[in-house]
C-alpha cells in the first residue's frame, strides 16, 4: 500500500506544483514590475523549490553529442547495439576518420543501484577521447511487463556474458560501484570455461566485493537485519497505471530517501543556498543545482528478484569471499581467473563502499600474475568521486586509460609469464587537485597521491605495485635515469561528492 499512498499523494500535489509554476513565471515576467524587486525575486524562488522538491523526475539524456579525438571535435551518436527486457547496451559512436586506428573497446557496466545510468556521464565523458565505450542502460522495473518474466542475480550476470560475447575479443569491462561482485563473478565463468570473449582487463571502482572490511552505515544495517526484514518493508508491487502494474518491486524512492539521509544536513543546505542563489541572481550556481539533482533525483525500481538475491549474497552471507557463491548451481571460483589484468580503484573517504573492500578483489583472484594487477586509492575523494568529478578526470581516468592500453596487446593478456613491461615501470606524476569534488559540501584540496600494493594469494600485501601507470607522452628515446613531470592539469568545475 506504501506505494499507492506515494503515487496518491503525488497525483494530488500536481495542482499545487502547477499552480507554483504559474507563479513562478508570474514574477520572473520581465512586465511585471514586481519581478524586479526583492518580494518578486523571493516568491519565484520559493516556487520554483517547492515544484522541484515535488516533482518525479524522469530519465536523463547523455547529452554527449561530441567529443575530442586526437586533438579533433568529432560527432558523437548514440547507438542500441544490444537489448533484452532489462537492458540494452548502447555504443556511443564517434564519427572517426577512416583508416584511423580502432581504440580499445570498454564495456561499462552501470550501477542497478537505483539511478540510471546517466550517472555515469561524467565518466562515458571522460573515457570516449581514447576509447570505444560501450555503457549497459538498465531498465527501469516499473516499466518491464510481467510478461517480460523476472530477473535476479543470475541474470545479471548473465547479462554481461551475453553483452561480452556481443562485444566479441579484446573488450575491457569496468564496473562501478554494485556491479563489481556480478562482474567478477561473470569474468570467473568465463575464464574458467576457457571463453575466448573473457575480457583483457577488468576495472573494479568502488565495489563492495567484501564488505566485511571497513563496514559503512549501510553495510552495518543490513547486517542486522535479516531477509525477511528486507521482503517485508521494502518490496512493494507496482501500482496502476505503469507498464510493470503488479511486480513487486524495491521502489526507487526508498533508495533515494536511503541516499539522502546519510547526508541529510548537506542536501537541506544545497536547497537553502539554491533559494539564496536564485534571488540573488546567480544563474550558473542555480544552473549548477539543477543539473546535479536533476540527475540525482531521478531514480528507478529494481525487481524484488534482484534485489533481494544482492542484499542476501553480498551484504548478508559475503558469499562471493567467502567461496560460497552459486550462479544457477554452479560454483563462482575467482582464483579461476588468469588471463584478465586487474585494475580497483577506490575513495579515500567513500562512506558508501568502504576502504579496502574493493581491494579485496585481489585476494580472491589469486591466480593472475603480478605483473597484470594494480590498485589505487585516490585521496580526498568520497564514493560519486571515485568515477566522476575533477580529480577522476586528472588523475583516474588517466590510469584507467594506461591500465587499459597496457594490456590491450594480445600477448599482453595471453602470456603467462611476461616480463613487466619496461614502460609500465615509470610513475605518473599528476599535481594535487585544489578544486573540491563536492557541490554540497566541497572536499579538501587533494593530498599526495597513494598508490597501495596489490593484496596477494595469501592475504598479505606485497612489496611493491609492479604495474604502474605509464607517462606516454614522454619521449621513446629518453636515457633510463631521465625522469620527466608533466605540466600541471587543470581540473574543470567539479561534480557533487555525496
Avoid at 542555480?286 to 531514480?299: I, M, Q, S, T
Amino acid at each position: 500500500m506504501f506505494y499507492q499512498l506515494f503515487e496518491m499523494n503525488h497525483a494530488a500535489l500536481g495542482p499545487w506544483r502547477a499552480a507554483a509554476d504559474v507563479t513562478r513565471l508570474y514574477f520572473k515576467n520581465p512586465l511585471n514590475p514586481l519581478a524586479h524587486t526583492h518580494y518578486g525575486k523571493s516568491i519565484a524562488a520559493a516556487c520554483e523549490v517547492f515544484e522541484r522538491s515535488t516533482r518525479r523526475y524522469g530519465k536523463p539524456e547523455f547529452g554527449l553529442p561530441t567529443s575530442l579525438v586526437g586533438g579533433a571535435r568529432v560527432a558523437v551518436a548514440e547507438r542500441i547495439v544490444w537489448e533484452k527486457p532489462f537492458a540494452r547496451l548502447i555504443h556511443f559512436e564517434r564519427d572517426l576518420p577512416a583508416g584511423r586506428r580502432p581504440d580499445p573497446k570498454i564495456l561499462l557496466v552501470a550501477p542497478m543501484s537505483g539511478h540510471y545510468a546517466t550517472l555515469l556521464r561524467g565518466t562515458v565523458e571522460a573515457l570516449m577521447p581514447r576509447h570505444e565505450v560501450y555503457i549497459t542502460d538498465w531498465i527501469d522495473a516499473r516499466m518491464v511487463p510481467l510478461t517480460a518474466g523476472g530477473f535476479d542475480l543470475d541474470d545479471y550476470v548473465d547479462y554481461v556474458i551475453d553483452m561480452l560475447h556481443h562485444l566479441g575479443e579484446d573488450t575491457h569491462v569496468i564496473a562501478v560501484c554494485q556491479p563489481s561482485v556480478p562482474v567478477l563473478a561473470a569474468v570467473a565463468l568465463m575464464e574458467e570455461a576457457n571463453d575466448r570473449c573473457a575480457p583483457r582487463s577488468m576495472i573494479l571502482m568502488g565495489g563492495p566485493v567484501d564488505t566485511r572490511i571497513s563496514p559503512t552505515a549501510v553495510n552495518k544495517l543490513v547486517v542486522h537485519k535479516d531477509l525477511d526484514w528486507f521482503r517485508r518493508n521494502v518490496i512493494m508491487q507496482v501500482p496502476f497505471p505503469h507498464p510493470g502494474f503488479m511486480r513487486a518491486v524495491y521502489p526507487g524512492f526508498l533508495q533515494l530517501s536511503g541516499f539522502m539521509s546519510m547526508n541529510l544536513d548537506r542536501h537541506l543546505n544545497a536547497q537553502r543556498e539554491f533559494y539564496g542563489h536564485l534571488i540573488e541572481g546567480d544563474g550558473d550556481s542555480a544552473e549548477k543545482h539543477r543539473d546535479f539533482y536533476d540527475e540525482y533525483l531521478a531514480v528507478m525500481d529494481l525487481s524484488a528478484e534482484f534485489y533481494l538475491q544482492t542484499v542476501d549474497t553480498v551484504f548478508i552471507r559475503h558469499s562471493l569471499p567467502l567461496g560460497e557463491m552459486l550462479h544457477r548451481g554452479r560454483k563462482v571460483d575467482p582464483s579461476a581467473i588468469h588471463t584478465t589484468a586487474l585494475l580497483t580503484v577506490e575513495g579515500e573517504l567513500d562512506d558508501i563502499t568502504g576502504k579496502g573492500q574493493t581491494q579485496a578483489a585481489h585476494r580472491l583472484c589469486a591466480n593472475i600474475p603480478d605483473v597484470r594487477r594494480a590498485d589505487y586509492v585516490q585521496p580526498q575523494v568520497g564514493h560519486y568521486g571515485v568515477f566522476n568529478g575533477s580529480r577522476f578526470r586528472a588523475e583516474i581516468a588517466p590510469r584507467i586509460a594506461d591500465f587499459v592500453m597496457t594490456f590491450n596487446r594480445r600477448d599482453a593478456r595471453l602470456s603467462e609469464t611476461a616480463a613487466p613491461v619496461q614502460a609500465a615501470l615509470k610513475a605518473k606524476e599528476l599535481e594535487p587537485e585544489a578544486e573540491a569534488d563536492s557541490a554540497i559540501a566541497g572536499a579538501p584540496a587533494a593530498a599526495g597521491l597513494e598508490t597501495r600494493p596489490a593484496v596477494s594469494a595469501a592475504a598479505a600485501p606485497v612489496q611493491s605495485a609492479p604495474w604502474q601507470p605509464t607517462d606516454r607522452t614522454a619521449e621513446p628515446a629518453k636515457p633510463a635515469t631521465a625522469r620527466r613531470k608533466p605540466a600541471p592539469r587543470k581540473a574543470k568545475p567539479a561534480g557533487v561528492d555525496v
